[in-house]
């Protein structure tokens, strides 16, 4: 079966710090992966996705970046946090919608920027 | 592009109530869309989907949601609500096709139930 795995869960970070949160996919090969951010009554922010290897599309212009070392690896990064980087980043996976019905998502990771 | 307007921040509802929980969409077809719901501290479980065909659709946990294209809406409805149920809601829309399968999220309504 198909399962994501995202940590660390919990991670608080002083401004100015770098930044690397991993997510991994099992069971599935040649995946879309996603990155979102949820800020309190903002709902779910699209950051990035990825449709292969080394592709990566950004949504929004902002002080993180993304990566995909291998298929079923996605890594958020950021050089120099800011307290606007404060918030709650899941990961997600798809194949296609009609066969997979959506996306998973990872359990996500709190980001405390102080 | 796609979005998704969820009218509502903040619902209460008393055990046992029914509940609508409001979603509407714009998008020039007819796209792909979604429930999830989500825990405290937790990430996103699916709900229901609606790719086409029937309008009225059937989820997890007794929800259903309608599919009214002349207004653009995909409410979701439960005859009856749980105490277990208070957490937070959120519809999506996708564009169908393409290789991509972005999801656009709406702001999310945070159910609470009372006893």
């Known amino acids: 079966s198909q399962t994501i795995h995202q940590w660390p869960a919990t991670l608080v970070q002083p401004v100015g710090s770098p930044l690397s949160l991993e997510c991994t996919v099992e069971?599935?090969?040649?995946?879309?992966l996603y990155w979102y951010r949820q800020a309190a009554g903002r709902g779910l922010q699209l950051l990035f996705y990825?449709?292969?290897?080394?592709?990566i599309s950004s949504e929004v212009p902002q002080n993180l970046s993304a990566s995909r070392p291998q298929d079923r690896q996605f890594i958020l990064s950021s050089k120099k946090l800011l307290l606007s980087d404060s918030g709650f980043y899941l990961c997600?996976?798809?194949?296609?919608?009609?066969?997979?019905?959506?996306?998973?998502f990872g359990s996500g990771t709190r980001l405390t920027v102080v | 592009a796609q979005s998704v307007t969820q009218p509502d921040i903040h619902i209460t509802v008393s055990e046992g109530a029914s509940l609508e929980l409001r979603c509407n969409y714009s998008?020039?077809?007819?796209?792909?869309l979604f429930w999830y719901v989500q825990s405290p501290g937790q990430g996103l479980q699916l709900l229901l989907k609606?790719?086409?065909?029937?309008?009225l659709v059937q989820g997890i946990k007794g929800f259903e949601a309608e599919f009214k294209r002349s207004q653009s809406s995909f409410n979701l409805r439960k005859p009856s609500v749980h105490w277990s149920d208070a957490a937070e809601y959120f519809c999506?829309?996708?564009?169908?096709?393409?290789?991509?399968?972005?999801?656009?999220f709406g702001t999310g309504t945070l159910l609470a139930v009372q006893p």
């Open positions: 997600a996976w798809s194949v296609e919608f009609r066969r997979y019905y959506g996306y998973t």
């Open positions: 069971g599935t090969s040649n995946p879309n």
């Open positions: 990825s449709v292969g290897i080394g592709q």
């Open positions: 998008y020039g077809a007819t796209p792909y």
């Open positions: 609606y790719f086409s065909g029937d309008t």
């Open positions: 999506a829309v996708g564009a169908p096709g393409g290789a991509t399968n972005k999801l656009i």
